[in-house]
């Protein structure tokens, strides 16, 4: 039997995601943690099919203790589920070194999705600052740009204006080699930006 580690701070949270993954694929034994003192320890203590984990956590943030577990237990996949918007976090996660970001305003069924490509060795998501030529912001503008987002509610989500946004947009189609939005876009599909 696979056993995940689910560490959040809320023990509704925690029960709940339990609930949902022991019905998404019922072989998991799932152990909760509210991610308080040694809770690198309870990460690399024992070999974890999975690991969710949160970005706000008592003390911590989620985004080190991905990191410290890199380093420790590079073999374990850790997904990170979060109130943030993936557009704020999720490349940051993947870059230290998550399989996975999933924000949780998404359905249910895409954190049992993505528990279940963990188990299968796959990667969730792409971090797009990985691309050679893409900065971490440039990434989120694309991936927003992507969406359909506006680029007014972009300015105001990203927290910058919208001449700023024009300049991101321009010089993404330059160092993309595409013409114009709907280029972006379908790039963006092909690349899986806009999941």
């Not at 979060?82 to 924000?103: K, P």
């Amino acid at each position: 039997m696979q056993q995940g580690l689910v560490i959040d701070d809320h023990p509704i949270v925690r029960e709940g995601i339990k609930d949902l993954l022991q019905k998404a694929v019922p072989s998991l034994s799932i152990t909760t943690s509210p991610g308080a003192e040694g809770v690198l320890e309870e990460v690399c203590g024992r070999h974890w099919a999975f690991v969710v984990v949160d970005i706000n956590l008592p003390g911590f943030h989620g985004l080190d203790i991905v990191k410290q577990a890199k380093s420790h237990c590079p073999k374990t996949p850790i997904l990170v589920f979060s109130l943030y918007a993936e557009e704020q976090y999720a490349d940051r996660a993947l870059c230290a070194g998550a399989v996975a970001y999933i924000s949780k305003d998404r359905p249910p069924s895409a954190l049992a999705e993505s528990v279940k490509a963990a188990l299968r060795g796959e990667t969730v998501k792409r971090p797009l600052v990985r691309h050679p030529m893409l900065s971490e912001r440039e990434a989120q503008v694309l991936r927003l740009l992507a969406r359909g987002t506006k680029r007014r509610d972009i300015a105001r989500r990203l927290e910058i204006n919208e001449k700023t946004v024009s300049t991101y947009k321009t010089r993404l189609l330059q160092k993309l080699g595409l013409r114009n939005l709907v280029d972006l876009v379908r790039y963006a599909v092909d690349e899986h930006v806009a999941d």
